[in-house]
């Protein structure tokens, strides 16, 4: 049996039934689960769109969207349970707000322009994180990574869509579109994390090979495939300083607001009391629905012994 250090030098993955140091455990427990709360709080500013979208055609895609994201989840709650913790810890830890979730699920959704920069600015800087976390050290994580990528493709071009639309709409419309992304630029900026020399898990989660690029490093391939597309739309990005600089062959950018980062990520954000109330209400009003499941398998494994 190779070592840990040997599976991680071949590049090859690391199974559940490996051994692992506890402290690569623990990162992986933190970051998934992270991740997963992610998803399914993400359902939040979203779903309490599904009743107002504009059109049937609206509706069932962003149902569908909405339904997807539960399904990421599942899925990564599922790569945590590999790791030794269950569910119900995990629901127990983020409802006490011992784990946390992406700090953009924190803004509210106040127009039907929202929708559309969501799945194209949130779910775009989602796939440029996962594409890296599907070639992760930990194979569960990296398998689910690659099915939660092409879902979300089909999320971000949705969003384009929606934004393209009422970019080609009235000048109301185009305004919508405007100030959506106006709210939302900066706050996807912050989804990758503070600066490199202000990350604390950089370093240890790279040699792990569980990160494989920087978090400035993401936030600024997202930044340059994203303003060709505000300027395809016709619409700003809310940044005076944005530039494109010949001898980097990138953008450059103006500074990031990160008293307003820390503020959000320390539970302080626009909404962050809200999310956490209505997932625990969720939580307590369906809890007839995990005992019935529950007493089914159950019974079902009674019948088959
Ligand atoms: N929101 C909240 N907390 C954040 C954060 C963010 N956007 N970015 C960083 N942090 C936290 C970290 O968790 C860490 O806190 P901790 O020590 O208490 O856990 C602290 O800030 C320092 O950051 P680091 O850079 O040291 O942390 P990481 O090495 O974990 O890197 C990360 C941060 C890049 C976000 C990494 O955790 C990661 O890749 N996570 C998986 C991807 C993920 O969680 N995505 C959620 C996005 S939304 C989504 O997928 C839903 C889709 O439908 C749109």
Redesign the pocket.
Known sequence: MPSFDEIIAADHKVEPRDEMPEAYRH?LI???A??AH??II?MQPEGTWITRAPTLKRKAILMAKVQ??AG?GLYLYSAVETLGVSRNELMERLHAGRQ??????NYPTLTWGDIGA?GWL??G??IT??L??ARCSYGPYARAMVK?CKE?SF?QRQGFEIMLTLANGTAEQRAMAQDSLDRWWWPSL?????H?A?????EQ?TAWK??RVS?DR?RQEFVDMTVPQAEFLGLTVPDPELRWNEQTNHYDTGPIDWDE?WA??KGNGPLNRERIAHKVAVWEENAWVRAAAEAHAAKHMGARD
Do not use: C
């Open positions: 990162t933190r970051q998934i992270q991740h992610s998803e993400g997807d994201e990421h946390k979730y992406s700090s953009i699920f969501i949130v779910d800087a989602a994180n996962q890296m976390l939660i979300e999320h912050m989804m990758f994390g503070p490199d202000e990350s604390t898990h950089s989660s569980i990160k978090n993401l980062f959000v990520v």
